[in-house]
């Protein structure tokens, strides 16, 4: 068992490999059977077909954490373009930390991989959503330099919202 952030690798996802996949598959599930991820399980189909969906969309990238030959932990991103600034950004969509492997500061080096990907593709920033009671996600994205936004304080603080289309 890791006991230390260096026991763990990150790598750029693959979906062309099997390895990748299952990974991918195996991380998503955890992270929707979670309570933070809804609690409910993915569908078999949709599972199925996500590292496909993934590898065909423009702009996507996931990094996986390896502890061993062991996935423990995944990050989903999409670049996107900031309208404000002209240039990429990279929006993080699903971060995962196997629950038994929490702790280990695993977040925070997919999180260093995923800037240094971003930076190489120059985008101005990164963005993320995250559950207002997630409070341990809220402290490691803090510490890693994320802070809620606002245009003009007269306005508050922008939030995320959902019009769910099926």
Known sequence: MATSPADVRIS???????RDCQALRQ??????????????????AILAELPTQLFGYAGAFTVIAWLGEEPVGLVNCFATLSTFKGKPLVNIHDVI?????????ITPKMLARVEAIARQRQCCKLTLEVLEGNQRAREVYQAF????????????????WEKPLI
Do not use: C, N, W
């Not at 750029?12 to 099997?18: G, K, T």
């Not at 930390?97 to 500061?105: E, K």
């Not at 330099?145 to 995320?160: H, K, R, S, V």
């Open 145 to 160: 330099g994320f802070e809620g936004y606002e245009l003009d304080a007269q306005f508050g603080q922008a939030q995320f």
């Open 97 to 105: 930390v196997s629950s038994d492997r929490r702790g280990l500061g």
């Open 12 to 18: 750029i996802a693959d979906f062309s490999q099997h």
């Open 27 to 44: 991380l998503m599930q955890q992270y929707a059977t979670d309570p933070m991820g809804g609690g409910k399980p993915i569908a078999a």
